[in-house]
């Protein structure tokens, strides 16, 4: 059984980091895309941050530059670091597992999610 569990969502001000993890069991993140989906209130799921099995990453315009996806195979831990962050960056956020190598065969798995709120 795949479980995958966020944790390091918080509050903070204009400007400030945080760090998102994503620990799987169940699942190897070595061998398969994941990635960072966001929802803000009344929004639509927003695709934040991926990697694809050959390590390539890709980013949401909005994050560019700000956020860093990375993952620990040793550790089967998924991270999002998150700089310079803004009041739109506002967002329950949610890691996900792919179905298989590649981004676009679509996400199997999905954590609970941790809330992450920038003030202005």
């Known amino acids: 059984q795949v479980q995958l569990v966020e944790s390091g969502g918080g509050s903070v001000q204009a400007g400030g980091s945080l760090r998102l993890s994503c620990a799987a069991s169940g699942y190897s993140y070595s061998r398969n895309c994941v990635g960072w989906f966001r929802q803000a209130p009344g929004k639509e799921r927003e695709g934040v941050a991926f990697?694809?099995?050959?390590?390539?990453?890709s980013y949401v315009d909005s994050v560019k530059g700000r956020f860093t996806i990375s993952q620990d195979n040793a550790k089967n831990t998924l991270y999002l670091q998150m700089n310079s962050l803004k009041p739109e960056d506002t967002a329950m956020y949610y890691c996900?597992?792919?179905?298989?190598?590649?981004?676009?065969?679509?996400?199997?798995?999905w954590g609970q999610g941790t809330q992450v709120t920038v003030s202005s």
């Open positions: 990697i694809d099995n050959d390590g390539s990453t």
């Open positions: 996900a597992a792919g179905r298989g190598s590649w981004c676009y065969d679509g996400f199997a798995y």
